[in-house]
């Protein structure tokens, strides 16, 4: 028996729960090389593993699925695990498998931070499943293998970084086309992926944009002519032939836009040089992505044939110096008038063609006051053939969302008082009634339960029970606790929710006796309650706040003890 007790107390991830809690899971899965936006056989198969690993274990419960697929695991900067992270701060997630400690990440400081520290603030459940870590049966031993492993893999990650920084600065140097794509108005030369050769589709395009330029045409005036014109902007010709990017997973029409136009006018590769690291970021170093200085880049001249004069390249790049001098002489203009202050950021949204609504500033006729309006970024750049026009002015937003707010803060408050009311009268009968014995019973049948476990997988560890048999009874087993637990509580008169609606019903009754008497919307109150909103075409808006479906679910719970007290 000493034998199997030290087996038992090595056995981290597989050890039995010591409640039947039923967890809302999220698979978190990880690919670091692109696929063209389409998942690989990496992916699936990460995703195969941990649903097999739930399948065998009742009481995780799949809720969604994460998957980052290209994207590096040197930092968290990634779009579905910061989506999966928002759904943890909202409470409807609380734990989180991955296949390997790797998929979470390769940094050993920032993936050490979130098993220690974020994951224990926010009650999550994590779990590795070839690594056998779980933080809910994790014993020392399995902490000291899970540091090791990310000391391996922040070194691996680092070690690969420092050979890719040289490979790629030797490449740079050669004069090397590194992208992953060519500029617009070239291709890759399908005998060498480095070197460019005129795209004799799209080159024409982009001497067209010079001339304009040249003719004195400002950047929105080339921006209207193409749209207008109905030639593909850059990311809707990949598009357009099949190639996905992060910037043209859209359903709508990709247009051009002036920092497409700006970014062509000024790009020596027209004129058959290579300017390349004007990004750079470094692991192995420590460095984070950020935009190179001008000095720092690596410039190849004549690395590949121009599409354009060098002495039309030199006119424009006068005319754009010019135009910028202008635009920073007139900046400071009316500095002693208010500045915009959007406090909605990226939760206010056009609900036809889905453009973050921004903020923009006016100034009246006598120079004296200055207006603030929210307006569609598209239409604002494309007029109507981008979108259609709305707009609202920032105070009536601010009213009509705090009003809102306002509403919902009553309501909730009523609800939890009507709750309360009726939990108590639920209690006092159930008291009246007299069901010690039954609640003694109950408990006595609970505690043998729970105790059969360990009994079941000592007779698993000395082949007494197939595994088969170990997972259908231990399933079994959860069942009937569940069942005894309900029971149990409705006799206690306890009201048991899910964890996202106890979540729920904390942040608000916290928000509301910090926000309740508040006379304007701030930043931190669009935090707090503002999950999205979004501008119709009539001006009217569709508000969603945080909770929502706690709400539902305190109503449907009122309106179910009401039915028991009558």
């Known amino acids: 028996m000493a034998r199997t007790s030290r087996k038992k107390q090595n056995k981290s991830s597989e050890s039995i729960p010591e409640t039947v809690r039923v967890y809302n899971t999220a698979l978190y899965v990880r690919l670091s090389v692109e696929d063209n936006g389409k998942d690989s056989d990496s992916i699936e198969s990460q995703i195969r593993l941990i649903e097999e690993y739930i399948a065998e274990r009742p009481y995780l419960k799949k809720a969604a699925v994460f998957s980052d697929n290209g994207y590096t695991g040197t930092d968290f900067l990634r779009p579905e ?4 992270m928002d759904a943890v701060k909202d409470g409807l997630i609380d734990c989180i498998i991955v296949k390997d400690l790797s998929r979470l990440g390769r940094n050993y400081i920032e993936a050490g931070e979130f098993i220690e520290k974020i994951y224990p603030f926010y009650g999550l459940r994590f779990i590795s499943v070839n690594d056998f870590y779980d933080t809910v049966t994790a014993t020392s031993n399995s902490q000291l293998t899970v540091s090791l492993a990310n000391i391996v893999n922040d070194y691996y990650a680092k070690d690969i970084s420092r ?12 004069g090397d086309y590194i992208g992953n794509y060519a500029p617009h108005g070239y ?22 944009i010079f001339k304009w330029r040249e003719e004195g045409i400002s950047y929105m005036g080339i921006n209207s002519r193409l749209n207008e014109a109905g030639i593909p902007s850059p990311s809707q010709y990949k598009a357009d032939h099949g190639i996905v990017t992060n910037n043209n997973k859209k359903t709508r029409t ?21 300017a390349q690291k004007r990004g750079s970021q470094c692991l192995y170093a420590g460095l984070p992505f950020h935009r190179t200085p001008e000095e720092e880049w690596i410039v190849v001249r004549n690395t590949h044939e121009a599409v354009i004069s060098e002495e039309l390249f030199n006119k424009v790049q006068k005319i754009n110096r010019k135009t910028a001098e202008t635009a920073k002489a007139n900046s400071g203009k009316y500095d002693y008038l208010p500045k915009a202050n959007n406090i909605y950021g990226k939760k206010l949204v056009c609900t036809d063609c889905g453009a973050v609504i921004k903020l923009y500033r006016s100034i009246s006729t006598k120079k004296d006051r200055a207006y ?8 604002s750049e494309h007029g109507k053939i981008g979108c259609t026009d709305r707009k609202m002015r920032q105070a009536d937003l601010d009213e009509a969302v705090l009003a809102v707010i306002r509403k919902q803060m009553d309501v909730f408050i009523d609800m939890e008082s009507t709750l309360e009311r009726l939990l108590a009268m639920k209690k006092a009968r159930l008291k009246s009634c007299g069901n010690g014995q039954e609640i003694a019973a109950l408990q006595k049948k609970i505690s043998n339960k ?3 476990f360990s009994g079941m997988y000592v007779e698993l560890k000395e082949g007494l029970l197939s595994q088969e048999e170990y997972t259908q009874t231990r399933r079994i087993l959860s069942d009937d606790i ?9 006799l206690e ?3 048991i929710e899910t964890e996202e609606q106890v979540n729920g019903s904390r942040k608000w009754k916290t928000y509301i006796s910090r926000y309740y008497d508040a006379a304007e919307m701030t930043a931190e109150m669009v935090e707090a309650f503002i999950s999205e909103i979004r501008l119709n075409e009539n001006n009217t808006l569709d508000i969603k706040l945080n909770y929502m479906d706690e709400f539902a679910e305190i109503y449907s719970t009122c309106e179910r003890l009401r039915k028991e007290v009558a």
């Not at 695990?81 to 999966?84: A, E, H, K, L, S």
């Not at 836009?257 to 970014?263: A, G, Q, S």
């Open 450 to 452: 729970k105790s059969m």
């Open 372 to 379: 603030f309006t929210y307006k569609c970024t598209t239409y």
């Open 254 to 274: 990709i247009l051009w836009n002036k920092h497409v136009i700006t970014d062509i006018l000024s790009n020596v590769v027209y004129i058959g040089h290579l």
């Open 163 to 174: 050979k890719v920084t040289t490979a790629m600065q030797m490449k740079m140097e050669n």
């Open 493 to 495: 008169g306890v009201k």
């Open 482 to 490: 569940a069942a005894l637990e309900q029971r149990l509580a409705e």
């Open 187 to 208: 291709l890759k030369d399908p005998n060498n992926k480095n070197h460019l050769i005129i795209d004799p589709e799209t080159a024409p395009v982009i001497r067209q």
């Open 81 to 84: 695990f910061t989506r999966m």
